[in-house]
């Protein structure tokens, strides 16, 4: 057990809020060949905290020979109706920038005329992608990012109540935490009624979420009543898992693989088809206006 390490600073994971009891109950549990490798081992007394349980943080070094890819979080959308005449400035400025430095012009393969031109194909691939690039990096240094909602009624009854538990936790930390007095109980209050603000306002996130779209139709604010509607959709959304007889994710992508190939491939493509058809509408239009019709 980790409080064995000689890195631990663990004094205690678990108060009683009605004895002010102290216990170490709280633990993490290695095996004997990353034992050696814990670096750090303490446990965080936050005043944010609405358990009786703290939480305890494990650092571990270890060499190992490779180590795994994992995918790589998506970066945060640009919010471009939150984007003023100074971030749009600086995104023009930013992007003449990344044009110069990452977009070689093409100019033989952009000028090309042939239909299916395989000689540029390449070129234009890294042509795109270096201008999408371009394009994406310049949004995510100018633009805000979209930011993500935070729970109804959370700011408006909850973010008060939580900065004052932090302030008295603090205040208490810095004087001994001493038990009895006025300092601990002004801690012991604020951290009572934030956990009690907190716990109504998930209770009560039907009504709150009704009453934001409400004040947004009232207002006329329709972006923000579509943006209520798209988080409340999202959260009841479920993904089927079987798609014409499919089941799982592969096998249910294999399904739309084979059916927008089949969709593309059903209109012609190659210059020889695309002449014919050509030739087709040519002598339609030519027959309708030698009868009159056109």
Same mark, same amino acid.
């Given at each position: 057990?980790?409080?064995?390490?000689?890195?631990?600073?663990?004094?205690?994971?678990?108060?009683?809020?009605?004895?002010?009891? @102290? $216990?170490?109950?709280?633990? $993490?549990?290695?095996?004997?060949?990353?034992?050696?490798?814990?670096?750090?081992?303490?446990?965080?007394?936050?005043?944010?905290?609405?358990?009786?349980?703290?939480?305890?943080?494990?650092?571990?070094?270890?060499?190992?020979?490779?180590?795994?890819?994992?995918?790589?979080?998506?970066?945060?959308?640009?919010?471009?109706?939150?984007?003023?005449?100074?971030?749009?400035?600086?995104?023009?400025?930013?992007?003449?920038?990344?044009? %110069?430095?990452?977009?070689?012009?093409?100019?033989?393969?952009?000028?090309?005329?042939?239909?299916?031109?395989?000689?540029?194909?390449?070129?234009? @691939?890294?042509?795109?992608?270096?201008?999408?690039?371009?394009?994406?990096?310049?949004?995510?240094?100018?633009?805000?990012?979209?930011? @993500?909602?935070?729970?109804?009624?959370?700011?408006?009854?909850?973010?008060?109540?939580? &900065?004052?538990?932090?302030?008295?936790?603090?205040?208490?930390?810095?004087?001994?935490?001493?038990?009895?007095?006025?300092?601990?109980?002004?801690?012991?209050?604020?951290?009572?009624?934030?956990?009690?603000?907190?716990?109504?306002?998930?209770?009560?996130?039907?009504?709150?979420?009704?009453?934001?779209?409400?004040?947004?139709?009232?207002?006329?604010?329709?972006?923000?009543?579509?943006?209520?509607?798209?988080?409340? @959709?999202?959260?009841?959304?479920?993904?089927?898992?079987?798609?014409?007889?499919?089941?799982?994710?592969?096998?249910?992508?294999?399904?739309?693989?084979?059916?927008?190939?089949? %969709?593309?491939?059903?209109?012609?493509?190659?210059?020889? &088809?695309?002449?014919?058809?050509?030739?087709?509408?040519?002598?339609?239009?030519?027959?309708?206006?030698?009868?009159?019709?056109?």
């Amino acid at each position: 057990m980790c409080p064995n390490v000689p890195s631990s600073q663990v004094d205690f994971t678990y108060v009683n809020s009605a004895t002010g009891a @102290k $216990f170490v109950l709280d633990h $993490f549990i290695v095996s004997h060949n990353v034992f050696n490798g814990v670096s750090r081992y303490v446990v965080l007394h936050d005043g944010d905290n609405l358990s009786d349980h703290h939480p305890v943080q494990l650092e571990l070094c270890i060499d190992v020979e490779y180590s795994t890819c994992c995918k790589a979080q998506p970066s945060p959308r640009p919010a471009w109706h939150r984007a003023g005449e100074l971030h749009l400035q600086r995104y023009r400025e930013h992007l003449q920038n990344e044009l %110069l430095m990452r977009v070689e012009i093409l100019t033989e393969a952009l000028a090309c005329r042939t239909f299916n031109c395989s000689d540029h194909l390449d070129d234009l @691939k890294v042509y795109y992608a270096a201008f999408m690039k371009a394009l994406a990096s310049s949004a995510n240094a100018c633009i805000p990012a979209w930011k @993500k909602k935070a729970m109804a009624g959370w700011s408006e009854h909850v973010a008060d109540w939580k &900065e004052k538990a932090i302030f008295w936790h603090s205040m208490w930390l810095s004087g001994g935490q001493v038990h009895g007095g006025w300092l601990h109980a002004i801690m012991l209050e604020t951290r009572a009624e934030y956990k009690r603000v907190s716990r109504w306002v998930v209770r009560n996130q039907e009504k709150l979420v009704a009453g934001c779209m409400a004040d947004t139709l009232c207002e006329n604010r329709s972006r923000d009543l579509w943006s209520e509607i798209k988080q409340e @959709k999202d959260s009841n959304c479920r993904q089927s898992n079987v798609i014409n007889g499919a089941v799982g994710s592969h096998d249910s992508c294999q399904v739309f693989n084979e059916t927008y190939k089949s %969709l593309y491939q059903s209109v012609p493509s190659s210059e020889s &088809e695309l002449n014919i058809l050509y030739e087709e509408l040519k002598a339609g239009i030519r027959d309708k206006c030698q009868s009159g019709a056109c």
